[in-house]
Structure formats: structure tokens, C-alpha cells
């Protein structure tokens, strides 16, 4: 589908179509304006296998090309979902599946995207998290403990599991050091957009109510990366802060859905789809 389109590249995250309200919107809201439409999905689309599929199969229905990358929920092992992987085998089972589905993912060769604000590679990442957005004075473990003590613990200290590696330390560097290896490759001569489920960079994550979860949002390894990969922009979601930023002059889109109750106070700004390449000042 790396042909040239008339259409937008788009973008959302955070779907959660484990709540009715959301799978209502995602039936009815999330649809193409053109054909030539892109979709990419920056994570957590929900938290079982199956409505997963579920989700992506009726984007890709809709949508010219479909791009996934995983977000912590959608690599939850939830105990009545009866795919019980756990770790890099079950993001292997949701990169299978998206395959059957015609949907692209971290695994598969990055598309180009010919559209207006192309030529473009889009490159899908999985990073994964190191517990290295934390108070610097802290070490990991006292940092886990202070979180702990505050009862702000992110769910996937009980869901998502690192297997087979030790920790999810480990997982990330492996993921980083791999995905670095892909993004190496890529055309100098071509710039990228950056899809991601957790930022970047850490800056987004200081207007968080609870700084304490930032730990589980990203890891510093990736801090240059817009940089160092030339990217005309950058989408992350999990924070369910849905805004844009501008680091270093790179424009990052956090294009969350969230939770119904989260929308019921905010509402979605700019619509509930973000055109990734909008020139800069329209609507940013």
C-alpha cells in the first residue's frame, strides 16, 4: 500500500474497546475521510486477544493501510482471556495476527508513506518501558517502593509480564537495541514519522497528576531519536493526555482516546483523529 494516495496520514491510541462507550466510538466515529486514508494506531487497543482483532479488523476494513504497535494493555495476560502467553510471546501472537489481518507492525518492513507530506517513512516501534522516568535521586527499586507506598502502581506490575526475560529492563534494552538496528538502515535521505506508545521523551510526562507513574512511560534511551532519525513527527499515546509538543522543533502528537470517564471532563480536542503530517500552526 506504498503507492501515492490523495489521502491524510492519521493517527489514535489508547482505543480501550473493553468499555462500551469506546467500542460505540471506534463503531461509529473512527472512519477514513478519504480512501487514501492511513490509520496508525499507537497502542493499547484493548486488553484480550480477540478484541484486538477485533478492533484492527474493522480498521483495516476501513482504512487504506493500518499500522499497530503495542501499547502495556495489549500485552496484558488478563486471566479470563483465553490466550494465556505472556511476554514476547504473546506480542509475537498479536504480530501474527495483525499479519492475517493486512495490518502492519514494529516487525514488518516500514511503509513509506507517498501522500501530501511525503515521502515519508513510517516506522511503528516498540520500546517498551525501564523504569528510567523516575526521580533521579531514587534508585529503581527505591522508586518502586515509594510507588508502592502511594498506591500509584501501574496495573502492569500484576499483568504484563517480561518472559523470557528477567525484567522488563532487560525487555527494553532488547527492544531498543533492535529497533535502533532497524531504524539505522533506513534512507538517510528520507525523513520518518516515529509511532510509538510511549513517548519519546520524558518531557511529556511532567504534567502527569501522579509523577510517580511516569516510570512505566517510557525509557531515556530513546531521548534523541527524533533527532537521530529525522523525524517530521512523532506519535505516542498512554498517557492519555491528548495534546501536542514540540521538542527540539519535531512535533510529537499524543493522540489518546483514554477512558469514558476521562473524556466525560475533557472531551476530544481537534476531533478524535490527529493528521499526523497538518502543516504546522493548523490546529496544533
Not at 192 to 218: I, K, M, S
Amino acid at each position: 500500500m506504498a503507492g501515492a494516495s490523495a489521502g491524510r496520514l492519521m493517527a489514535v491510541s489508547d482505543l480501550h474497546v473493553v468499555h462500551a462507550e469506546n467500542r460505540r466510538l471506534l463503531e461509529e466515529q473512527i472512519v477514513p475521510g478519504s480512501p487514501g486514508d492511513w490509520l496508525l494506531v499507537a497502542g493499547d487497543v484493548s486488553e484480550t486477544a480477540s478484541e484486538v482483532e477485533w478492533a484492527l479488523g474493522l480498521l483495516r476494513d476501513r482504512f487504506a493501510q493500518v499500522v499497530w504497535t503495542p501499547g502495556n494493555h495489549d500485552l496484558w495476560t488478563p486471566a479470563d482471556d483465553p490466550v494465556q502467553l505472556r511476554g514476547e510471546q504473546r506480542y509475537r501472537y498479536l504480530v501474527e495476527m495483525c499479519r492475517r489481518l493486512g495490518v502492519l507492525t514494529p516487525e514488518d518492513p516500514y511503509p513509506v508513506w507517498q501522500g501530501p507530506g511525503g515521502p515519508v517513512v513510517v516506522a511503528p516501534l516498540f520500546t517498551h518501558y525501564d523504569y528510567s522516568f523516575r526521580d533521579p535521586a531514587l534508585t529503581k527499586e527505591q522508586s518502586l517502593a515509594a510507588a508502592h507506598a502511594s498506591g500509584v502502581v501501574c496495573t502492569d506490575e500484576f499483568l504484563l509480564h517480561p518472559d523470557p526475560y528477567p525484567d522488563m529492563d532487560g525487555w527494553c534494552r532488547a527492544r531498543v537495541a533492535a529497533t535502533a538496528a532497524r531504524l539505522d538502515a533506513v534512507d538517510p535521505a528520507l525523513g520518518t514519522v516515529l509511532v510509538n506508545h510511549y513517548p519519546l521523551v520524558r518531557e511529556p510526562t511532567d504534567v502527569l497528576w501522579y509523577p510517580q507513574f511516569a516510570q512505566w512511560c517510557g525509557t531515556t534511551l530513546t531521548a534523541d531519536w527524533h533527532l537521530r532519525y529525522r523525524a517530521a513527527a512523532v506519535v505516542y499515546g498512554h498517557l492519555h493526555i491528548p495534546r501536542t509538543t514540540y521538542h527540539d522543533g519535531v512535533r510529537f502528537d499524543e493522540v489518546s482516546i483514554g477512558y469514558p470517564r476521562e473524556r466525560r471532563r475533557r472531551g476530544l480536542p481537534r476531533g478524535v483523529l490527529r493528521d499526523v503530517l497538518r502543516p504546522r500552526g493548523d490546529g496544533a
